[in-house]
């Protein structure tokens, strides 16, 4: 397993899921078991929603396309 591969996927997807929020990515910056992102938004923004919407999304899709169980 690549991690740069898994953090260029994680990053991908926040930009996307971010777009649909109607926010901008200033930053992203991520490790093997985390990440930080600067992001701007109006304050409109339900930011809870939006961080819940990122983490779900993003854990799912990583599970999904990188972390197959071998049974």
Same mark, same amino acid.
């Given at each position: 397993?690549? $991690?740069d591969n898994i953090i260029?996927?994680?990053k991908k997807l926040t930009y996307e899921i971010t777009e649909s929020f109607e926010a901008d990515v200033i930053e992203i $910056?991520?490790?093997k078991d985390h990440f930080n992102m600067l992001f701007k938004?109006?304050?409109t923004l339900n930011i809870l929603r939006y961080i819940n919407t990122i983490k779900t999304i993003t854990s799912r899709e990583i599970q999904k396309n990188f972390l197959k169980v071998k049974l």
């Open positions: 397993m690549d $991690n260029d996927f994680l $910056n991520a490790e938004a109006k304050p």
